[in-house]
C-alpha cells in the first residue's frame, strides 16, 4: 500500500494526466487539478458526482455497468478507451481513458487516468475538413477545364461540390441587371430552388444573403442559421432541411456580376477562415472559367491554370518534358527555371500516394485522356519531401494528347499532422506494433470484406506468465527491453499478410487469414510458443518466461470480431490454471481434433523419409470362370503400433503435396515386385495403381513414369493406371495427350469410380481406356433400387460398345454376383471373392 499511495501521489501531481478516484457508490473522493481544469467542477462539486454524471450520454450506460462492478470488488482493466467528458458549461471533451479497479483504504475504489486529445480531435477534423475542401476546389478546376459552355458549367460543380459531402446543397441562380431570376441549377435538381423562387422578390428575400452577396458582389457568410436575426424569415425552411450555415460567393463574368453560387452546411461555424480562402479560390476560377469559355480555347485554359489558387502549376509536353512552371513552383522545389525547363517531370517527381498499382493507374489514366487527381510525392533539391495533392489534366488538340497540365496543393503539413496523429492513435510506442484499436478495425474490415471460400481464420492471444514477477525482479526498463525482444522474435515468424499487434499490458495478439487448414493455427502458435520460451539475456543473466496461448477460429467459433476476441479471451482463461507453454481452443473438441491433425501430418513428413508405407493387393475375378484377371495395389501405412487405414492420411498427402512422390514410389515399388514375382515363377497379373490428379497434372509424371519403367525392365501390360473422371474433364487437351502417350507405352488406363462423376459420353469416344470400373455405391444399392440397377446396367452395355471391359466394386453377396452375371458384367472385385491381400497371402493366390 506504501508502494500504490506513492504512485497515486505521482499521478495526482501529473501536469499531462487527469486523474480521479471513485468509491462506495460509485462518488468521486479525489481528483487532481488537471482534471478539474479539464472538466470544469471544482473538488467540492465532484465529490457529489459519480463518473456517470460527467460523460455524454452515449457512454453512461457502459459507465454505469463498469464502476457498478468495480464496486462490487471485480478486478479488471478498461484501457484506451475514447470518451466524451461533458464540462461544466456543456462543452464536450474528447478523451482517451485508462481504468483499473484498486483497493484504497481497504475497500474497492475506481482509477481513472484521463488523457485530453480535444485538441488532436479538432485538429483531425480541420486536416479532414482542409483535404476535402482541397478535393472539392481540386475537381471544380477539373470540371473548369473541361467545360464548353456556362450550363454544363453550373451544373457539373453543384453535383461536383455536394458529392464530395462536406456540403448539404449547392445551387446557383443567375440574375439579370435588375435582380430578376434568369435561371437556376442545383444539386440534383434541389428542391429548395422552388422556395428560393417564391420569396427572392418579397422585402425579405432582397434583404438576404444571396441578395446582398450579388448586389454588393461579396461573398456572404451566415455561420449560425438558428442564432442570425437576417435568417428569421426563413430559419423554419432551413432548419427543416438541415442548413445550419451557408456561404454566397458572387459570379462575375466579363467584370460584371451575373449571379451566386450558394453553399449549404449541415454544421453550425463550419466557414472559417481557411474555409473563406478557398471560396475565394471557387470565386476566382469560377470567373476565370466564364472567361475561357469565350475566349481561344488554348489561352483560355492556360489563363485559368496561371490564376488558379493552386500552389504549383506546370505545363509539360507529351512526353512529360517541362515546357512551363509558375513562380510558386520554383519557390517549392528549390529550382531555378532553367535548372527545371526543358528537364523531364521525374526531376521532381519521388513516387505516388504509397497505394499499390498507383504507377499503373497513373499511366493508364493519363494515357486515356482522363485526368487524374492523387496525392503525389516530390522531392525538391536539397531532398526534402513535399506532398502535393495534385490534378494533371491532358490536353488534345484535334483528338491527340500534346500537353498536360499539372496543378497542386503543398500540404506536406497535414499530411505530416495526420501521419503523427494516426501513430499515436493506432501503434504501440513500446514495441512500434499496431494496438489493440488498429486490430479490430483490420478484422472488422476483413471479415466486412471477405466472402467464404472454405478457409479458416484465427486469433490468438499469447499471454507470458507471471511477466510481472520481472518488472518486480529486475525494473521496468529490463521488462520494457524484453517486451520488445518478443515482438521482433514473433515478427521473423507471422507472415506480412498476417497481423501481430500489442494488445493490452502484457498481452500481444496474432490474426491469422486464410488457413488452408484449422489445424494451421496450432502448428503456427507452437512455433511462436518455441521462438519465444528461448532465454532472454539481461544484464548477463539469462530469464526464462513460459506462455499461454488461447486461440477463436473464425467462422467456426464467431462471425463477429468483438465474438472472436471474447472466445480466445475464454480460451486463454482457460489455460491459465495449467503450467506454462499451453495452448487453448474455444472449443475444448476441437483442440484435441487439431493435435491429431498436426501430429498426423507430422508423421507423414516422416513416414515418407522413412519409408513406412506398404502395399497391399485386392484381386478382381472374371465373372463367369472366377478365375484371376488382375489386382489393385493399396497404400496402407504401418506404424509401429498399428496400420492406418487409407481414407486418414491420403487426403493430407494429396492437399500438402506429398503425394506425388508416394505414388512415384507406389509405381516404383510395384514395378519391383512384379519383376521379382516373375523371376520367382508366379503367374503375375495386371496390377492396377490409382493415380490422383495432384500427380496427373504434374508436369513431370510423363518423365517419372519413364525412369520407373527403363528401371523396373517390366512390361507396360502389366501395369494400369486407374483415374477418376473429374481428373482429365478438368483440362481435356493435356489429358488427352497424357493418355495418349501412356497408352502408346504398352499401359492399361482404367476410369475409377464411373458413374459418379461427369459421365459425358462425348469423351469415352476419344480416350483411349480399357477398363470402365463401376462405382461400389451402384453395385451395393443395385438389389434394392431400380435406378442403381439401371446405372450399373448401362455401364455394362457401354462399355460393350466401347470395346472395353467392365469392372464391378465392392462385390460381397451371391445375389450381387448372380445379377451382374447376368447383366454380362467382365469382371468382379470384393469381399465376397477377396479382401486386400498382403504380400505375403497375395503371392499365394498367384502361385
Not at 54 to 70: G, M, N, Q, S, T
Not at 82 to 101: E, N, P, Q, W
Not at 703 to 709: P, V, W
Request: proline share 3%; net charge neutral.
Amino acid at each position: 500500500m506504501k508502494n500504490t499511495k506513492g504512485l497515486l501521489d505521482a499521478l495526482m501531481n501529473s501536469t499531462i494526466f487527469g486523474v480521479l478516484l471513485y468509491q462506495n457508490n460509485g462518488s468521486i473522493i479525489l481528483s487532481n487539478e488537471i482534471f478539474r481544469n479539464l472538466i470544469g467542477y471544482s473538488e467540492d462539486e465532484l465529490k457529489n458526482m459519480t463518473p456517470v454524471d460527467i460523460v455524454a450520454d452515449e457512454y453512461k450506460p457502459k459507465v454505469k455497468e463498469l464502476f457498478e462492478k468495480r464496486m462490487k470488488g471485480e478486478v479488471f482493466a478498461a484501457e484506451q478507451l475514447r470518451h466524451a467528458l461533458v464540462a461544466k458549461d456543456g462543452t464536450l471533451k474528447h478523451s482517451i481513458v485508462f481504468a483499473y479497479t484498486v483497493t484504497y483504504m481497504g475497500k474497492p475504489a475506481g482509477f481513472v487516468i484521463i488523457l485530453d486529445i480535444s485538441k488532436q480531435k479538432e485538429q483531425e477534423e480541420k486536416i479532414n475538413s482542409v483535404r476535402t475542401l482541397y478535393a472539392t476546389l481540386s475537381e471544380v478546376n477539373q470540371i473548369i477545364v473541361r467545360a464548353n459552355d456556362d450550363d454544363s458549367l453550373f451544373f457539373d460543380m453543384c453535383n461536383k461540390i455536394v458529392e464530395r459531402g462536406l456540403f448539404k446543397d449547392s445551387l446557383i441562380i443567375l440574375f439579370d441587371s435588375d435582380m430578376n431570376l434568369k435561371s437556376t441549377f442545383s444539386y440534383r435538381k434541389s428542391s429548395y430552388i422552388d422556395y428560393l423562387k417564391m420569396y427572392l422578390n418579397t422585402p425579405e428575400g432582397r434583404r438576404g444573403q444571396l441578395a446582398r452577396s450579388f448586389l454588393n458582389t461579396k461573398i456572404m457568410i451566415d455561420n449560425d442559421t438558428l442564432k442570425n436575426p437576417t435568417t428569421l424569415p426563413w430559419r423554419d425552411e432551413h432548419t427543416k432541411r438541415g442548413y445550419f450555415s451557408s456561404a454566397t460567393i458572387p459570379i462575375i463574368k466579363k467584370n460584371k456580376t451575373i449571379g451566386v453560387l450558394n453553399l449549404c452546411s449541415d454544421k453550425r461555424g463550419f466557414f472559417k477562415k481557411d474555409t473563406y480562402n478557398l471560396l475565394r479560390e471557387i470565386m476566382t476560377d469560377i470567373n476565370y472559367a466564364l472567361d475561357k469559355i469565350d475566349n481561344d480555347k488554348w489561352h483560355s485554359m492556360t489563363s485559368v491554370a496561371l490564376n488558379s489558387g493552386f500552389d504549383f502549376i506546370i505545363i509539360t509536353d507529351k512526353y512529360f518534358t517541362l515546357l512551363y512552371s509558375n513562380e510558386s513552383t520554383y519557390k517549392i522545389f528549390g529550382y531555378s527555371e532553367s535548372e527545371l525547363i526543358g528537364e523531364h517531370y521525374a526531376k521532381i517527381l519521388k513516387g505516388g500516394s504509397g497505394k499499390k498499382g498507383f504507377e499503373k493507374k497513373f499511366l493508364g489514366t493519363l494515357l486515356s485522356g482522363e485526368t487524374l487527381t492523387d496525392i503525389f510525392l516530390y522531392k525538391t533539391k536539397d531532398n526534402r519531401d513535399v506532398y502535393g495533392y495534385t490534378t494533371i489534366t491532358p490536353f488534345n488538340i484535334k483528338g491527340e494528347i500534346e500537353y498536360y497540365i499539372l496543378i497542386g496543393k503543398d500540404i506536406t503539413s497535414e499530411i505530416k499532422v495526420e501521419e503523427t496523429v494516426e501513430k499515436l492513435l493506432h501503434f504501440d510506442v513500446l514495441t512500434g506494433l499496431p494496438n489493440k484499436r488498429f486490430l479490430s478495425e483490420s478484422v472488422e474490415a476483413f471479415i466486412k470484406n471477405s466472402t467464404y471460400s472454405g478457409a479458416a481464420s484465427a486469433f490468438i492471444i499469447i499471454n507470458p506468465v507471471n511477466f510481472s514477477f520481472i518488472n518486480s525482479a529486475f525494473d521496468f526498463e529490463v521488462g520494457n527491453k524484453i517486451m520488445k525482444e518478443m515482438a521482433g522474435r514473433m515478427k521473423n515468424i507471422i507472415k506480412n499478410y498476417d497481423i501481430l499487434a500489442k494488445w493490452e499490458a502484457d498481452k500481444f495478439a496474432v490474426f491469422l487469414k486464410n488457413l488452408n487448414y484449422e489445424e494451421d493455427a496450432l502448428h503456427i502458435v507452437n512455433r511462436i510458443l518455441a521462438i519465444l520460451g528461448e532465454p532472454y539475456i539481461c544484464q548477463d543473466k539469462k530469464i526464462s518466461i513460459s506462455f499461454n496461448a488461447g486461440i477463436s477460429l473464425y467462422p467456426k467459433d464467431a462471425e463477429k470480431s468483438q465474438d472472436i476476441f471474447s472466445k480466445a479471451e475464454a480460451a486463454l482463461l482457460n489455460v491459465r490454471r495449467k503450467e506454462g507453454n499451453t495452448v487453448g481452443f474455444f472449443k475444448k473438441e476441437f483442440e484435441e481434433y487439431a493435435r491429431k491433425k498436426v501430429e498426423l501430418r507430422n508423421g507423414l513428413r516422416e513416414a515418407v523419409a522413412k519409408k513406412e508405407f506398404i502395399l497391399h493387393y485386392q484381386p478382381y475375378f472374371d465373372t463367369q470362370t472366377h478365375s484371376i484377371k488382375g489386382a489393385e495395389a493399396l497404400l496402407r501405412w504401418k506404424r509401429p503400433d498399428r496400420i492406418v487405414p487409407p481414407m486418414k492420411f491420403i487426403p493430407f498427402l494429396e492437399q500438402s503435396g506429398m503425394i506425388t512422390e508416394t505414388e512415384s514410389w507406389i509405381i516404383g515399388e510395384l514395378a519391383s515386385k512384379m519383376k521379382q514375382w516373375t523371376d520367382e515363377g508366379l503367374n503375375v497379373v495386371p496390377m492396377s495403381v490409382n493415380i490422383s490428379p495432384v500427380s496427373f497434372k504434374n508436369a513431370h509424371f510423363k518423365d517419372n513414369i519413364t525412369a520407373i519403367m527403363n528401371k523396373s525392365k517390366i512390361d507396360p501390360k502389366f501395369l494400369t493406371f486407374e483415374i477418376v473422371e473429374r481428373t482429365f474433364i478438368e483440362n481435356f487437351e493435356y489429358s488427352i495427350m497424357i493418355l495418349n502417350f501412356l497408352k502408346e507405352s504398352g499401359f492399361n488406363l482404367s476410369i475409377d469410380d464411373f458413374g459418379t462423376g461427369y459421365s459425358s459420353l462425348s469423351y469415352l469416344a476419344d480416350l483411349p481406356f480399357d477398363n470402365l470400373k463401376i462405382d461400389i455405391s451402384f453395385v451395393r444399392k443395385m438389389l434394392t433400387e431400380n435406378h442403381s440397377r439401371y446405372i450399373v446396367e448401362t455401364i455394362i452395355y457401354l462399355s460393350k460398345k466401347l470395346n472395353m471391359k467392365s469392372i464391378a466394386e465392392g462385390v460381397e453377396t451371391e445375389d450381387q454376383l448372380t445379377l451382374l452375371k447376368r447383366l454380362g458384367c467382365d469382371y468382379i472385385q470384393g469381399f465376397l471373392f477377396s479382401k486386400p491381400l498382403n504380400e505375403k497371402e497375395f503371392k499365394k493366390l498367384l502361385a
